[in-house]
């Protein structure tokens, strides 16, 4: 997980974000999908019940306007014209119509087996259509089933075969299945399929398109989404890093980040540059006060010394050099202490003081001597002073001759 935390925050948002998208898009496409199916579905069963309804809809018109005509005209007999439709259906479209009985008259009306089937499962007197998703060599089809029962009307031709009209007779002779049917028996039914291949195709080419606009889109906003990041927030806080490292290098203070706006990042450049403009006054302050502090040793009368707590010399006057007889370059980063006769004993002294939390005047002693220019130990009168800044102890000594020649000297 170390890897994704280092990452640049543009590249971890498109991450974040295309897992999230590409996560919608299946979900989106998935559901699309099936939805789309389902309506394709629901689309098809209509048009086979539309279908269906004609065909019954086109025997019934004719068995109610016919006489006798049908006798003379084997093509007039209403399910031979409902046939005939069927079949004119079937070939000008892609929809397969016709009608089917398990004891059927035309050999052509023989019931597949899935047919078959279905009409077996009619109860007499249904009039529910049935339809099912099959799926065949020539890949998946609607079968749909709109069962067509026995009227009184029917059973002239399909009741008892001896008040059948006579080409009935003669081309279904007595005993054939076709007849004795009674009324409210589910004597066939119109049997449509329409195959799903190529509206599934269809649907499939769609979704893509679909898909690939969608990914057009998602492309666009996380393009858009980057740059916007990558100007508004990216850029400004490398800025402010970018400076804070030359700030950390350099001790410069002067570094102002413009300031686009007021918001978030705004607000943060903002603090970042009252924070340097802040830095800024506090290190010339302590600039200044130094450099006073340094003119005002220059000029003091007697010598002095500052050093820290380990004796190293960080700061020494003219009187001082002169006493010691070494140049400034010579002493700074020099041991006081080796200036002192017992100089450790005193150290130890300073220690104790400092341990125990004391500031100002610490030490004020005659007991030492200082080694002067001459070589020889001189007695000194010694005040020390212990100051702290940001946690470092700064001592000052201020060494003065109290020997015969050094009251006539200085
Ligand atoms: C005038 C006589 C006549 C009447 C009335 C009649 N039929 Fe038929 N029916 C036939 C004949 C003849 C066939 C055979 C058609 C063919 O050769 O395609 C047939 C075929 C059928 C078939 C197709 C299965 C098969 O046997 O080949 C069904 C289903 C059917 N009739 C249902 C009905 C229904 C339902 C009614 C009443 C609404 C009805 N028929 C009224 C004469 C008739």
């Known amino acids: 997980m170390t890897w994704f935390i280092n990452l640049g925050i543009t590249t971890k948002f498109t991450i974040i974000l295309t897992f999230c998208m590409v996560g919608l898009f299946i979900f989106g496409a998935l559901y699309g999908y099936q939805r789309q199916q ?72 023989r019931p597949d087996p899935y047919e078959e089937r279905e009409l077996k499962g009619f109860a007499d007197g249904a009039t529910r259509e049935t339809f099912q998703i099959i799926r065949g060599p020539k890949g998946e089809s609607l079968r749909y089933l709109l069962p067509m029962m026995a009227e009184k009307s029917c059973l002239e031709c399909h009741g008892r075969y001896e008040s059948a009209p006579l080409f009935v007779q003669q081309l279904f002779p007595k005993g054939h299945p076709s007849y004795n049917y009674r009324p409210g028996e589910i004597i066939g039914a119109v049997s449509v399929t329409i195959p799903l291949a190529e509206l599934y195709r269809a649907m499939t080419l769609n979704l893509r398109h679909d898909l690939i606009i969608r990914g057009g889109m998602f492309l666009l906003v996380l393009l858009v989404m980057g740059y916007i990041i990558h100007q508004a927030v990216i850029n400004p806080i490398s800025l402010v890093a970018r400076s804070i490292t030359r700030v950390a290098r350099t001790g410069n203070f002067s570094d102002r980040i413009p300031q686009r706006g007021h918001d978030e990042v705004g607000q943060l450049i903002a603090a970042f540059n009252e924070m340097m403009a802040e830095l800024e006054r506090k290190t010339e302050q302590s600039r200044e006060s130094e450099e006073r502090y340094r003119n005002f040793i220059r000029m003091a009368r007697s010598a002095v010394m500052t050093f820290m707590e380990d004796g190293k010399i960080v700061i020494s006057n003219e009187k001082a050099e002169r006493l010691v007889g070494k140049s400034r370059q010579e002493i700074i980063g020099e041991d006081f202490y080796h200036f002192i006769e017992n100089g450790a004993r005193l150290k130890g002294t300073i220690g104790s003081r400092l341990a125990a939390g004391e500031e100002g005047m610490i030490v004020e002693t005659r007991e030492y001597r200082i080694l002067s220019a001459s070589g020889g130990w001189r007695p000194f009168e010694i005040a020390l002073s212990a100051s702290r800044t940001e946690g470092k102890t700064l001592i000052t000594a201020i060494l003065r001759d109290i020997s015969d020649q050094g009251s006539r000297r200085i």
């Open 38 to 109: 389902k309506l394709i579905i629901m689309g098809e069963v209509d048009n086979a019940r539309i279908i269906a309804r004609q065909i019954i809809e086109a025997r019934e018109y004719m068995s109610l306007v016919l006489t006798d005509e049908a006798s003379h005209n084997y093509n007039l007999i209403p399910q031979v014209v409902a046939t005939r439709i069927a079949q004119r259906i079937t070939r000008s479209s892609s929809y397969y119509v016709r009608q089917v009985s398990l004891r059927f008259r035309n050999p052509a009306n």
